[in-house]
């Protein structure tokens, strides 16, 4: 089955920063990939997501890349400001099976 | 449109009681799974279903069932609690390809 790893576990950032999170999956299979955001005490939220026909997408000052050769994909941050401070989720699915979850990042943009 | 509803949001159980947490969703999807969410290891898939009638078992179901005889409502069963399964429940629902929508969570302690 899938399996999806995530890095780092925590990530320290100035305010204007920019923002890297890293996830490998295991599964060639896998063809769509969320990013989920969950701030302290509350859901997991969906943030943005790519699916494997595309290498790049972008929302204002998110965008999440894909190399499905290194079956990698990454969520980018830029401009970070203290309410991007959150744990962050990547997942991965072959969009009939289940959605497997990485164990998530730790994101602290300090003012 | 309610999206995803949870209930109850807090319970406090004695160990070897049973109870079901509830999950409904008004969005017609096909999709409904149960995660667990405990400190440092994200988010764990109990149970998952691909519509009513069927379900399968997730990454950590023992302990655990479910049933779905309808579209909209997905209960999570626990069938002696244990205080390992001392826990943040969230119930989430998609469509195929697309990302899950969360529940606002139950958490859930058992003494």
């Known amino acids: 089955g899938e399996n999806v790893e995530q890095h780092p576990s925590t990530l320290s950032v100035q305010e204007g920063d920019s923002a890297v999170i890293k996830c490998t999956y295991s599964?060639?299979?896998?063809?769509?990939f969320p990013w989920y955001k969950q701030e302290l005490g509350k859901r997991p939220q969906l943030i943005i997501d790519?699916?494997?026909?595309?290498g790049e997408k972008k929302d204002q000052r998110i965008a999440v890349t894909l190399n499905k050769t290194a079956k990698h994909f990454s969520l980018h941050i830029t401009e970070t400001q203290p309410e991007d401070s959150a744990v962050y989720f990547c997942?991965?699915?072959?969009?009939?099976?289940?959605?497997?979850f990485g164990t998530g990042t730790r994101l602290l943009v300090s003012p | 449109n309610a999206g995803v509803t949870q209930t109850p949001k807090f319970q406090v159980l004695k160990t070897g009681q049973s109870m079901t947490l509830q999950c409904a969703q008004d969005?017609?999807?096909?999709?409904m799974s149960w995660y667990r969410q405990d400190p440092g290891m994200g988010l764990r898939l109990i149970h998952y279903?691909?519509?009513?009638?069927?379900?399968d078992q997730g990454e950590v179901p023992n302990g655990y069932n479910v049933s779905r005889s309808t579209t909209e409502d997905f209960p999570l069963r626990l069938l002696s609690a244990a205080p390992s399964q001392t826990s943040v429940y969230f119930c989430?629902?998609?469509?195929?390809?697309?990302?899950?929508?969360f529940g606002s969570g139950t958490r859930l302690t058992v003494v």
């Open positions: 790519i699916r494997s026909n595309v």
């Open positions: 599964d060639s299979a896998s063809n769509y």
């Open positions: 279903s691909v519509g009513a009638g069927i379900t």
């Open positions: 969005m017609n999807h096909e999709y």
């Open positions: 997942a991965a699915t072959t969009g009939f099976q289940k959605l497997v």
């Open positions: 989430a629902s998609r469509m195929a390809s697309l990302g899950y929508t």
